[in-house]
Nanobody, 112 residues
Framework: QVQLVESGGGLVQAGGSLRLSCAAS????????MGWFRRAPGKELNFVARITGSGGITSYADSVKGRFTISRDNAKNTVYLQMNSLKPEDTAVYYC?????WGQGTQVTVSS
């Protein structure tokens, strides 16, 4: 059974930083791409970032490019999302994803 557990969300002022983590279990972690998505209040779920199994290729939504960095540690079965220069519009619940599997989400709130 695949499980994804996010952590690291919280309240931060605009311009600040947070690092989200997603711990995975139940499958051979390094074989699968991992992604982060987010859902702002009253809005649809949106793609944020993705990383391949080896970590060699990453991709980002235009809205976060240059501010967010996705990475992974296959020895720890964990994927990270480093978020810098946060803006109020980054406020959302952030979800970790792998194929059809989703975490429970972690709230990120950026105050102006």
């Amino acid at each position: 059974q695949v499980q994804l557990v996010e952590s690291g969300g919280g309240l931060v002022q605009a311009g600040g930083s947070l690092r989200l983590s997603c711990a995975a279990s139940g499958r051979t972690f390094s074989m699968y791409a991992m992604g982060w998505f987010r859902r702002a209040p009253g809005k649809e779920l949106n793609f944020v970032a993705r990383i391949t199994g080896s970590g060699g290729i990453t991709s980002y939504a235009d809205s976060v490019k240059g501010r967010f960095t996705i990475s992974r540690d296959n020895a720890k079965n964990t994927v990270y999302l480093q978020m810098n220069s946060l803006k109020p519009e980054d406020t959302a619940v952030y979800y970790c994803n792998s194929d059809s599997h989703w975490g429970q989400g972690t709230q990120v709130t950026v105050s102006s």
